[in-house]
């Protein structure tokens, strides 16, 4: 997501996990910058997505149906894995992740997934951001004992950034 001190507000196509809100909510709030901004627990799809005054009906209709195409799925964050700087869930399975990440990134080419600042997208659920490697191991290892998360993803969400950095959420998608 969007750091606070970028001004140009922007939107994200995610999906949101509140299932893991209960495990890793408050760790968010303390050791995140968007979890503070109103972005809850969730696996990020395309990021940065359409800027936020220039999002449309038509293009959430062209997002709607693409996300509409894809079969709801369950999905299950079974470990904890490190980052340098970064501790997050991985989902089992990704790839209906990455699939959804690929074709929404297809359709906006022009968006590419994190600016293109990664060959390879992997999809996880961010738990804390820190220089401090001993903080963020100890918070991995906290997290073992209540994982697994478990759901059935059946929606994604788009998210919009107001002029006061916060995010909202403007619009939710049924997956096929």
């Known amino acids: 997501m969007t750091r606070p001190d970028e001004a140009a507000a922007s939107s994200a196509v995610i999906v949101t996990v509140p299932q893991a809100e209960a495990v890793v909510g408050e760790l968010r709030l303390r050791h995140t910058y968007d979890a503070p901004l109103g972005i809850p ?96 191991d100890e918070i991995a290892a906290g997290l073992a004992p209540h994982l697994p998360i478990e759901l059935c993803v059946r929606e994604a969400q788009l998210y919009v950034q107001g002029d006061d950095g916060r995010w909202r959420e403007r619009r939710s998608f049924r997956l096929g």
């Open 41 to 136: 627990s969730h696996v990020t799809l395309l990021f940065p997505f359409v800027p936020a005054a220039e999002l449309t009906d038509e293009t959430e209709e062209r997002l709607a149906r693409l996300i509409g195409a894809a079969p709801a799925f369950d999905v299950a964050f079974v470990r904890p894995a490190l980052w340098p700087e970064l501790v997050y869930l991985e989902p089992d399975p990704a790839e209906p992740f990455a699939r959804l990440t690929e074709a929404i990134a297809a359709e906006w080419p022009e968006y590419p997934p994190y600016e293109g600042e990664h060959d390879t997208v992997i999809p996880h659920l961010t738990v804390a951001e820190s220089d401090d490697g001993s903080l963020l």
